[in-house]
């Protein structure tokens, strides 16, 4: 009789967009375009069915599955206490010694030499959630022993603290499961993130496009402010630019590992793309929306005159509960940014530099921030607004806020410097404004707060 168990290891070209169970979200989408053709790097998922039968063998499945339940995500202690219960729990229980032979197999087959190795839970990059940034990544990664501990870890990331926050704030109770990607290493000279619409505006007859140089984690991460292009479908067409204050990059190394590389500020500001660039990855990204059917945030990478296909999901927010804008009245604009997720709230500053700053921290008060990173969900979710110096409107910050239903405006360069704790202010996450006081009349825009316990 046939073996009728799932695989545990599985190619791209042998998965669609309907093996999220299996694949993942992310694997299941790089299966799904690389059977419809666009240029993906190529490589193989180890299925969620091996994460389970993992911690089936090692009889810890029942115990990781009801991991977390009824723990209060605002209690950071016992968030953190739990966290690290669970994690370490899958680093004892491993890989089984077939599942090993498995993935260093599939290795070899792939050529050996330095992989991605990425996290793609089952609930991730689904039209409902995006876990934007939650699970682990792992960028140059080579030989069979690191390849081996980098897929532990990303199984161990699916009970991270930040994780386990955002499942709750998203009211999911389902048993968690999660795929590991490994991929052929992209040495890209510049990448970005392309959405398919506006996520600011809702707008669908427009592609929002950034990029900065180097590999792709300084763009999704918001650790610089990317060059943003803002396309017309129609044509396309070019109809705005703005061109960011790009720190620094992070590039492969010809002999293996990565290097940050410090600009100066006249290369700082040098442009990524050129109009011609900017109008191709449109129209690539009109063929992936064109073939979903709906609009897709894509990921992309540019290796000398190639261009690659990192990465494409649904869009998970637009407009909603947060559409509305700001009445029209004359304040005084303290800093402007970019719109990054709609809405407008009122309330006091709270400038903070790291989660761990935010003792202090009063439900409903402003974070005004350098940028945030996904370890922030459990404070962002009890913010009023986010307000950032850096990032883009495709940042992790920036999508996070606008599933949680938190106005957001990134990229204002000197909010940090210029705002103060318990100055009031109004931001309109639609316009891209943080205004002086309290604008009246106040629109009520947010979302209700999901339920604090899983």
């Known amino acids: 009789m046939a073996d009728a168990r799932p695989p545990s290891v599985a190619w791209f070209e042998e998965l669609a967009v309907g093996d999220v169970a299996s694949a993942g979200g992310k694997g299941a989408n790089l299966g799904e375009l690389t059977r419809a053709g666009l240029r993906v790097p190529r490589g193989f998922v180890v299925t969620a069915a091996a994460y389970l039968d993992a911690m089936e063998q090692a009889d810890m499945r029942a115990t990781l599955a009801v991991g977390g339940r009824g723990l209060a995500v605002d209690d950071a202690d016992g968030l953190a206490a739990e966290s690290e219960r669970l994690q370490t729990i899958v680093h004892k229980a491993g890989l089984p010694p077939t599942l090993r032979r498995q993935v260093v197999d599939a290795y070899g087959r792939l050529g050996g030499g330095r992989v991605a190795v990425r996290s793609s839970a089952t609930a991730e990059d689904t039209a409902d959630a995006s876990f934007a940034g939650m699970n682990q990544t792992f960028t140059n990664v080579e030989g069979e022993d690191e390849l081996l501990a980098r897929i532990v870890e990303c199984w161990a990331s699916l009970f991270g603290a930040r994780v386990v926050s955002y499942r709750a704030a998203r009211g999911m109770t389902d048993e968690p499961a999660i795929a590991v990607i490994v991929q052929e290493m992209v040495a890209s000279e510049r990448s970005g993130v392309m959405f398919t619409a506006d996520p600011s505006t809702a707008a669908r007859d427009r592609i929002v496009i950034e990029g900065a ?139 903070l530099h790291a989660p761990d700053d935010a003792a202090a921290f009063v439900d409903g008060e402003i974070i005004v921030a350098p940028m945030t990173n996904p370890d922030w969900v459990p404070l962002l979710r009890r913010a009023g607004a986010l307000v950032t110096d850096g990032g883009g409107m495709t940042c992790h910050a920036a999508i996070v806020s606008r599933e949680l239903g938190v106005p957001c405006v990134v990229g204002t360069r000197r909010a940090t410097a210029e705002l103060h704790d318990g100055q009031v202010v109004t931001v309109d996450g639609a316009k891209g404004v943080v205004l002086a006081g309290a604008q009246h009349p106040v629109v009520e825009t947010r979302a209700a707060a999901p339920a604090a316990a899983i």
Do not use: C
């Open 213 to 351: 140089f180097g590999l792709g984690e300084v763009v999704v991460g918001g650790q610089v402010e990317p060059d943003t292009y803002i396309v017309h479908k129609s044509g396309p067409a070019v109809l705005d630019r703005r061109i960011g204050v790009k720190t620094h990059a992070v590039f492969t190394d010809p002999d293996g590992g990565e290097s940050t590389v410090t600009f100066t500020p006249e290369q700082a500001t040098r442009e990524v793309l050129t109009d011609d660039e900017v109008l191709a990855l449109a129209r690539i990204g009109l063929e992936i929306e064109q073939h979903y059917e709906s609009p897709q945030d894509v990921e992309w990478a540019m290796a000398g005159s190639d261009v690659y296909v990192l990465q494409s999901r649904p869009i998970t927010t637009f407009g909603g509960p947060n559409a509305a804008a700001a009445p029209e009245v004359a304040a005084e604009v303290i800093v402007r940014g970019m719109g990054a997720s709609p809405g407008v709230a009122v309330g006091p500053v709270r400038v």
